[in-house]
Nanobody, 117 residues
Framework: QVVLEESGGGLVQTGVSLTLACAAS????????IGWFRQAPGKGREFVVS????????SFGDSVKDRFTISRDKTKNMGYLTMNNLKPEDTAVYYC??????????WGQGTQVTVSS
């Protein structure tokens, strides 16, 4: 079993940068990909970005490709989402997720990011 916990959310102004962290614990050797999703009020959950846990291959959602980056530190079992030039439409609950080879089956509790205009 893998447990994920996000941190780093908050209230920020338009244009600033913010980095979210995802701490993974448990059987982390089973993680294939780690990724970030977000859910804005009244909308469905949206894929943001993912990275291969044991490599560097990344995948991006269309809406954030030029502004967000993802990284991970396997030695610390940590994943990171760096968000640049934040916009009000980035306001959402951000979730860390793990794919253990069969899809996104492990989720954190989420962290709120609010971007004020």
């Amino acid at each position: 079993q893998v447990v994920l916990e996000e941190s780093g959310g908050g209230l920020v102004q338009t244009g600033v940068s913010l980095t979210l962290a995802c701490a993974a614990s448990g059987r982390t050797i089973s993680i294939y990909d780690i990724g970030w999703f977000r859910q804005a009020p009244g909308k469905g959950r949206e894929f943001v970005v993912s990275i291969r846990w044991s490599g560097s291959r990344t995948s991006f959602g269309d809406s954030v490709k030029d502004r967000f980056t993802i990284s991970r530190d396997k030695t610390k079992n940590m994943g990171y989402l760096t968000m640049n030039n934040l916009k009000p439409e980035d306001t959402a609950v951000y979730y860390c997720a793990a794919d253990r080879g069969g899809g996104w089956d492990t989720w954190g509790q989420g962290t709120q990011v609010t971007v004020s205009s």
